[in-house]
T-cell receptor, first 113, second 114 residues
Framework: GESVGLHLPTLSVQEGDNSIINCAYSNSASDYFIWYKQESGKGPQFIIDIRSNMDKRQGQRVTVLLNKTVKHLSLQIAATQPGDSAVYFCAETSTSGTYKYIFGTGTRLKVLA | GAGVSQSPRYKVTKRGQDVALRCDPISGHVSLYWYRQALGQGPEFLTYFNYEAQQDKSGLPNDRFSAERPEGSISTLTIQRTEQRDSAMYRC????????????FGDGTRLSIL
């Protein structure tokens, strides 16, 4: 399959450790934020979302934090597993517009055994 | 099917030919989006449909690109007189409705223009 993220920032973590992936967004009008996981040869897979009226949201093993003051998002993955290895993208959109997503640069997560 | 389906998976064609890329969204999803993704980058928006209405085509690079969704379900992205710079991964996404619902992506069509 095609390789995603040939020259992306890379985060290497030990299996079992927690991972934190960061994202800076650009548009102050954005009010809906989404994290995606993309494995080689696949399309982006939805992980978790958060609206601007929240600053934290938890899912299964994942937590998203939103800091609107500095326009920053983070994705925390607890007890990182080998299957978490992928490229992670954040996306932003304004719900008063057409909901087109603007994607961040992406971060490659490598889980070390 | 359970997810967004795109066909063909791979398309190789000669410069100057027209190509049509197909997207079958998740059943019941009202909104459909087309994106283009270069290697090492996130998807970039091309166009968006709500039901059969094309509501935003601001991301289409030029007038060789067009899209339709005549019955509010399957969509076709057409590129006329293809050029080498059109080579990319084209992705389709759908969402249940426009408001506050995540978009779900297909596995894309890899287009290569020779």
């Amino acid at each position: 399959g095609e390789s995603v993220g040939l020259h992306l920032p890379t985060l290497s973590v030990q299996e079992g450790d927690n991972s934190i992936i960061n994202c800076a967004y650009s548009n102050s009008a954005s009010d809906y934020f989404i994290w995606y996981k993309q494995e080689s040869g696949k399309g982006p897979q939805f992980i978790i979302d958060i609206r601007s009226n929240m600053d934290k949201r938890q899912g299964q093993r994942v937590t998203v934090l939103l800091n609107k003051t500095v326009k920053h998002l983070s994705l925390q993955i607890a007890a990182t597993q080998p299957g978490d290895s992928a490229v992670y993208f954040c996306a932003e959109t304004s719900t008063s517009g057409t909901y087109k997503y603007i994607f961040g640069t992406g971060t490659r997560l490598k889980v070390l055994a | 099917g359970a997810g967004v389906s795109q066909s063909p998976r791979y398309k190789v064609t000669k410069r100057g030919q027209d190509v049509a890329l197909r997207c079958d969204p998740i059943s019941g999803h009202v909104s459909l989006y087309w994106y283009r993704q270069a290697l090492g980058q996130g998807p970039e928006f091309l166009t968006y449909f709500n039901y059969e209405a094309q509501q935003d085509k601001s991301g289409l690079p030029n007038d060789r690109f067009s899209a339709e969704r005549p019955e509010g379900s399957i969509s076709t992205l057409t590129i006329q007189r293809t050029e080498q710079r059109d080579s990319a991964m084209y992705r389709c996404a759908s969402s249940l409705e426009q408001n506050n619902q995540p978009q779900h992506f297909g596995d894309g069509t890899r287009l290569s223009i020779l």
